[in-house]
């Protein structure tokens, strides 16, 4: 069943066209990767689809259409994500980072806060823990932690408020091998969470390796979408994108 | 004059990126120079602590006065910009705000401290421009604006030319546009911006000079014309040099349009002060402009990774209140005279500072309207208790609910602007309510003052007033601390609560604190009503200290010398405002340095000044930060973490 539906987003800067025109679908429970070289419009489809971005098109979710909602309440519709840059929230610890995101305060909550202050929600912030396996982290400030835990406490936070789908701005951009093994299997346990995940990323043996079905970006139009077998083998993207067939493509 | 002073913004905005709030009072201080000159032969330096001035020729004629001063406004530029700011190059936004009002706090108070001679300034200040008056059209023009109008174009169109033409313009834009870049290709970008300093400290005092006969002079009023400036300057996009003169010459004759209205306008309701239309207006109209053209969230790439003073976590609520009911009940209860009020001085300040705590701190907001909010409360409190007779616990409730309102108010702007651009606009907030509010006698009875009537809670009276040594009473003492104290615990809950969190979220980063799902207008007009809360308490307790309020008492300057004080004592934690209460002008400090004399609020200005820009860009953490950061390293030390850094 369709999760995600994106109907024709198309995204304008001053005249250039960064996405054009782009349909895409990720259905329930499933793990969906975007690839496309540097410049494809990769971030920018991803704003845009998360509503930072304003675009032409339609997004929906679980059938419900999201064109006219801001940033904060399609988070709160189940659309998450995390940023190429991680963007944590360098003065709160892990646990509090993850607080913030659990939390759904409505705006009268301001004023009681300074006399009885919410306790915040403890329940959903020790699970998301527990589900990126990152639970010995949660006293930590993120500008203490590695760069691997990084990455992985920015997924918790994404998944902390229980989406319904994640879209990963390129959560394996530096690390390791050993680190980026971690995240695959990470990855892997997000869809029988209930979550399904959109990824982006330039690593192809993560992206091959995890995604159940693959679109490929170029120059703001999508030139290919199927199954990692069938888009590695596809003429466009080779042109486009791998230049030569993948060496690590084969790999996890 | 707007316009000129604009363009200097400009040019060092262009060469070192850097808002300079002190532009004008720099001009002021030229100016000074200039007609000391004139009259005395004395040239009189900037620098306290060396000779105040020295013999330069017995009858300076107009042509060497003014190349005196040219020399010593481009000199200033260049030390300005060698001293202060080459090393903030690369601060955070905040701490670059703060070394300029520092400069302008230290400018300032040297002018009060070197021209000003009791009872204003004593010297002839006399023009040089032609004089007399053309008829267009049935209006009257006076032929020295359009000179002046005429030498802005004139300036305006050298500036442009120098930027567009030659190699050493190029340059300068290539170095603002990459240092590094500029660096590679032989060129010395400290040097070019030194160049644009002197340039535009020399463009401003001779605007200054040129423009006193009809502007008049006078060291706060000419400093502040940094407002209309600075709203020159960004309506030209802080870049373009025409586009800013027009933004200049618009605003001026907008608010000559105005007062012309004004006057012949019977229509308008007595409240409105004169000349309040006339100055409020014009800034109302900016900020609405500024806020149009803002964004609700910055966009991809726009937003540079600001640091921030560190916000230390919350462990428990109730250990530093108590600790400053305990200090404050000593001291309250063993000083006397002097050092008394002082307590209460800096107690007072403290839960000001801690307005500035809360939105600046906690949410990253740069807001100079505070003041302005705890006038309002202070007012409002002298309205309701003494117009309305309404008795004391409720009168001041309303009057912070009050405020409270205004600060929803003033945050608007915040949602569609931030940093720098928002400091501007808090401003400008400010000076409106100033002119528009603070001058209306109606409301706060004009020049005469208003008198606000003591405290008393079931016929225990808990005002200030006594004769003699009971000055200042204990039991006004025990009231600010009992109020320091509630809010102390109120502003900590703040901060380890739901709410704190999501603020300090929004101040890390807006774009992702919206992916997490927090409404981040909600979260900053709630930190912009908490905090007016905070500056509305203050205003109160400032009112009931004070017992007679004036215009005088709630002024832009002294958001600015708080948000500064508060930086440099830690402006991320509840304790920064507490340290930032001791250090303020006529607290605690200033009580134990004793009082040398009917001027040590000046020299303390003037020290402050400097105390900001050297801790600006030395201890960019704040003191609170510094020492949490030595704490921290201590433990790290100590214990043994499982996780490594990075």
């Known amino acids: 069943m369709t999760l995600l539906a994106v109907r024709g987003l198309t995204v304008r800067y001053e005249g250039l066209v ?84 659990a939390a759904r305060p409505a705006w009268w909550g301001a004023l009681g806060d300074g006399f009885r202050p919410s306790p915040g929600p403890s329940g959903a912030v020790r699970w998301a823990l527990e589900a990126l396996e990152v639970a010995e982290l949660a006293d930590a400030l993120p500008s203490e932690l590695p760069n691997g835990p990084r990455h992985l406490v920015a997924i918790a936070r994404a998944v902390v408020g229980r989406p319904r789908l994640v879209l990963l701005d390129e959560p394996a951009a530096g690390l390791d091998e050993r680190e980026t093994d971690l995240l695959a299997a990470a990855l892997r346990r997000l869809p029988d969470l209930g979550i399904a995940v959109l990824l982006v990323d330039h690593d192809m043996g993560l992206v091959l390796g995890v995604c159940d079905v693959v679109h490929v970006l170029d120059v703001g139009r999508l030139i290919a979408s199927g199954p990692p077998e069938v888009v590695r083998a596809d003429e466009a993207v080779i042109t486009a994108y791998l230049g030569a067939p993948p060496e690590r493509g084969d790999g996890t | 004059m707007v316009a000129a002073l604009g363009l200097g913004l400009v040019l060092t905005y262009r060469a070192s990126g850097v808002v300079n709030f002190a532009h004008a009072a720099v001009g002021a201080y030229v100016a000074f120079a200039y007609y000391e000159l004139r009259q005395s032969g004395e040239l009189v330096l900037p620098v306290l602590g060396l000779p105040d001035r020295i013999p330069v020729v017995e009858r300076p004629t107009v042509l060497t006065a003014l190349v005196t001063c040219a020399v010593l406004a481009a000199a200033c530029g260049i030390v300005i910009h060698t001293l202060v700011f080459r090393p903030l190059r690369h601060a955070p936004a905040l701490g670059r705000v703060v070394a300029s009002l520092g400069l302008l706090l230290y400018t300032q108070a040297l002018v009060e401290l070197r021209f000003r001679v009791r009872g204003g300034t004593s010297f002839r200040i006399d023009s040089m421009l032609p004089e007399g008056s053309v008829r267009i059209g049935g209006v009257v023009v006076f032929v020295d604006r359009f000179v002046l109008a005429g030498l802005a174009v004139a300036a305006t169109a050298a500036l442009w030319a120098w930027f567009r033409f030659t190699r050493l313009g190029l340059a300068i834009r290539a170095a603002a546009a990459s240092e590094k870049g500029a660096l590679l290709t032989g060129l010395a970008p400290d040097r070019l911006a030194a160049l644009s300093w002197a340039v535009a400290t020399a463009l401003g005092g001779a605007a200054v000079i040129l423009a006193a006969p009809i502007a008049g002079l006078d060291p706060g009023l000419t400093s502040l014309l940094i407002v209309p400036a600075l709203a020159a300057a960004l309506l030209g996009g802080l870049a373009g040099f025409w586009a800013t003169l027009a933004a200049g010459l618009g605003i001026g004759m907008l608010q000559a349009g105005i007062s012309r209205f004004a006057l012949t306008a019977d229509w308008l309701p007595d409240w409105i002060p004169p000349g309040g239309l006339q100055q409020g207006l014009p800034f109302l109209v900016i900020l609405a402009a500024m806020t149009w053209r803002g964004s609700a969230l910055p966009t991809r790439g726009s937003e540079a990774t600001e ?18 009911a305990a200090a404050g009940t000593l001291g309250l209860l063993t000083f006397s005279g002097e050092w008394r009020l002082g307590l209460i001085v800096s107690m007072v300040s403290a839960v000001l500072c801690l307005s500035f705590v809360v939105v600046t701190g906690f949410v990253g907001q740069i807001s100079l309207a505070q003041m302005a909010i705890a006038g309002v409360a202070g007012f409002l409190t002298a309205k309701l208790a003494d117009g309305l007779g309404i008795p004391f616990p409720f009168a001041p409730v309303l009057a912070v609910l009050g405020a409270g309102a205004v600060g929803v108010l003033a945050g608007i702007p915040a949602l569609r602007i931030r940093g720098m651009t928002l400091a501007i606009a ?41 004769r003699g040594d009971a000055y200042p009473r204990v039991a006004f003492g025990f009231l600010v601390l009992v109020t320091l104290v509630a809010l102390t615990a109120v502003a900590l809950n703040l901060r380890r609560s739901e709410t704190g969190r999501g603020w300090l979220a929004v101040r890390a980063n807006e774009r992702a604190a919206a992916a997490a799902g927090i409404d981040v207008r909600v979260a900053k007009l709630s930190a912009f009503a908490w905090s007016a809360a905070f500056a509305g308490v203050g205003g109160v307790l400032l009112a009931y200290q004070r017992t007679e309020l004036s215009v005088q008492s709630f002024v832009v300057l002294q958001s600015l010398a708080l948000l500064a004080l508060v930086y440099v004592a830690g402006i991320g934690s509840v304790a920064g405002a507490l340290v930032a209460g001791l250090l303020a002008v006529g607290g605690l400090l200033t009580a134990v340095l004793g009082s040398g004399g009917d001027r040590t609020a000046e020299y303390q200005f003037a020290v402050t000044g400097v105390a900001l820009i050297v801790s600006a860009i030395h201890n960019p953490q704040g003191i609170v930060g510094a020492l949490h950061r030595w704490r921290h390293r201590r433990r790290d030390v100590t214990a043994v973490t499982g996780v490594g850094p990075r």
């Open chain 2, 426 to 466: 808090t401003l400008a907030f400010a000076t409106t309510t100033e002119e528009l509010v603070f001058k209306s006698t109606a409301f706060t009875g004009g020049l005469g003052g208003t008198s606000v009537p003591e405290p008393r809670l079931l016929g225990w009276n808990l005002g200030i007033q006594a």
């Open chain 1, 18 to 101: 960064a996405v054009d025109g782009v349909d895409l679908e990720v259905p329930e429970g499933a793990i969906a990767g975007l690839i496309g070289p540097n410049g494809a419009g990769k971030s920018t489809l991803i704003d845009a689809v998360t509503g930072f971005t304003p675009a032409a098109g339609h997004v929906s979710l679980a059938g419900r259409a999201l064109d006219d909602l801001p940033p904060h309440r399609r988070a709160r519709a189940g659309l998450a994500r995390t940023f190429q840059s991680l963007e944590l929230f360098d003065d709160l610890t892990v646990e509090e980072n993850l607080a913030v995101a």
């Open chain 2, 307 to 324: 640091r921030h003073q560190v916000a230390p976590p919350v462990r428990s609520w109730w250990r530093l209140p108590a600790l400053v």
